[in-house]
T-cell receptor
């Protein structure tokens, strides 16, 4: 069945470092792809999305490009801040539901 | 505009009890979905409701049920609670039931089963 695989964490970075969180998805159909962020004790917030191949989603300095040829949707940010510390979930849609990866915890140290 | 709201925020139950969780979607949204997030894992789909009808169901036992009301709010019911039902239960709303409709999540209800 459909699935999403993302890199395990935690990812620990110093402030202003470059961030990459890898995500790959099963290629069945033509899914939309998403990154959600979960801050401690909170629900999920939509960070960005892309609906077709080569689309680039962006928000708050985060970017991800829908790569059909590699079935990937890696999350990047050029300069992370302490406030970016959270758990990041990659997801794809599958009919009426979202399928999530297991999440990657990001810790940013001052 | 208010986002998705859920109640209660936290809940503690014992094994064998029943629980009802509530969700109010974003104004204008007609679809509600429920997800279970066990600690350390990604959310798992439980149900989707659209216009008061069940449109999809995940791989959960019949102890889990839900319904949607005319005002598009929704309830998730879990009977005969097990320790393994302890999780964060997330509600998401979207404009419609199309796969292209973005889902917006509420803060969740944290259920602890003792």
């Amino acid at each position: 069945g459909d699935s999403v695989t993302q890199m395990e964490g935690p990812v620990t970075l110093s402030e202003e470092a470059f961030l990459t969180i890898n995500c790959t998805y099963t290629a069945t159909g033509y899914p939309s792809l998403f990154w959600y962020v979960q801050y401690p004790g909170e629900g999920l917030q939509l960070l960005l999305k892309a609906t077709k191949a080569d689309d680039k989603g962006s928000n708050k300095g985060f970017e991800a490009t829908y790569r059909k040829e590699t079935t990937s949707f890696h999350l990047e940010k050029g300069s992370v801040q302490v406030s970016d510390s959270a758990v990041y979930f990659c997801a794809r849609d599958s009919s009426y539901k979202l399928i999530f990866g297991s999440g990657t915890r990001l810790l940013v140290r001052p | 505009d208010a986002g998705v709201t859920q109640s209660p925020t936290h809940l503690i139950k014992t094994r064998g009890q029943h629980v009802t969780l509530r969700c109010s979607p974003i104004s204008g949204h007609k679809s509600v979905s429920w997800y279970q997030q066990v600690l350390g894992q990604g959310p798992q789909f439980i149900f989707q409701y659209y216009e008061k009808e069940e449109r999809g169901r995940g791989n959960f036992p019949d102890r889990f049920s839900a319904r949607q009301f005319p005002n598009y709010s929704s309830e998730l019911n879990v009977n005969a609670l097990l320790l393994g039902d302890s999780a964060l239960y997330l509600c998401a709303s979207s404009l419609g039931a199309a796969y292209t409709d973005t889902q917006y999540f509420g803060p969740g209800t944290r259920l602890t089963v003792l």
